[in-house]
């Protein structure tokens, strides 16, 4: 059974930084492709970052890019997510998903997810 668990979320001021990490179990990590998407109140859920499943290749959404870096590794089953610079604009609820292959910024071709986490960023 897959699971994916996110982690590291929580209350900032603007300006400030937080790490999520997102711990995953049940799959070949090193086989895949992860992915971090948000979901603001009221707004659909977008693709923030991506990484392949080697680490050598990562994906940012220009809303984030310069700001958030993507990491993983793979011996501990972890990828991570470094937010610097947040923005009032940046809460949301966080989520990790993985699949199988390459990296992709669409939503719908990540089979795995986990339960999000709260990032909450007051101005």
């Known amino acids: 059974q897959v699971q994916l668990v996110e982690s590291g979320g929580g209350l900032v001021q603007a300006g400030g930084s937080l790490r999520l990490s997102c711990a995953a179990s049940?799959?070949?990590?090193?086989?895949?492709?992860m992915g971090w998407f948000r979901r603001a109140p009221g707004k659909e859920r977008e693709f923030v970052a991506g990484?392949?499943?080697?680490?050598?290749?990562?994906y940012y959404a220009d809303s984030v890019k310069g700001r958030f870096t993507i990491s993983r590794d793979n011996p501990k089953n972890t990828v991570y997510l470094q937010m610097n610079s947040l923005k009032p604009e940046d809460t949301a609820v966080y989520y990790c998903?993985?699949?199988?292959?390459?990296?992709?910024?669409?939503?719908?071709?990540?089979?795995?997810w986990g339960q999000g986490t709260q990032v909450t960023v007051s101005s």
């Open positions: 998903a993985a699949r199988s292959g390459v990296y992709s910024d669409h939503d719908a071709m990540y089979a795995y």
């Open positions: 049940g799959l070949t990590f090193s086989s895949y492709a």
């Open positions: 990484i392949s499943w080697g680490g050598v290749i990562t």
